[in-house]
């Protein structure tokens, strides 16, 4: 692409950077939709089927879901950091791998035990891939544009 003086060359960047927004925010869009729709929206979904299988009650089943929010709530500053070293395209994948796996224990949990470990693995990759991951990715992201359109394009 050529340009024939400085505000071609500003509108090619633009578009650029507008397009790549679009794209960003539709993955981003749909990675946190599947990742809350398994992670937080998950435990109250399956409440009454896990905890009549595990005979557990209502309040332990959701004190460990709530264990796993307070994991990523310490965890987050910590997975900030790897974020702003290795960048998000490196720490939200871990993110999908962890929960994945949390999901993994969960499926196979027989006893509470094997249960609360699941919730630890899922509060992991919550921290590393929920929303204050996926908007200090968004910002290692497109932080080489103007400010303006970085959030134009979002």
Known sequence: MEYTDSSDMTRGYCRRVKHHGLRLTLQLGLTQ???FASTYYLAAILARPITQELGI???QYFLFSATAS???GLLGPILGRQIDR????????FA?????AGLI???QAQTVAAFFIAWVVLGVG???????A????VVEIQGKAPKEQSLESL
């Open 134 to 137: 996926a908007f200090a990715s």
């Open 57 to 59: 009650p209502f309040e």
């Open 96 to 100: 999908s791998v962890t929960i994945t």
């Open 105 to 107: 224990v969960m499926s």
């Open 70 to 72: 307070i994991i990523s």
């Open 126 to 132: 919550m921290a590393a891939g929920l929303y204050d």
């Open 86 to 93: 290795f960048g998000g395209r490196l720490v939200l994948p």
């Open 33 to 35: 939709t599947i990742g």
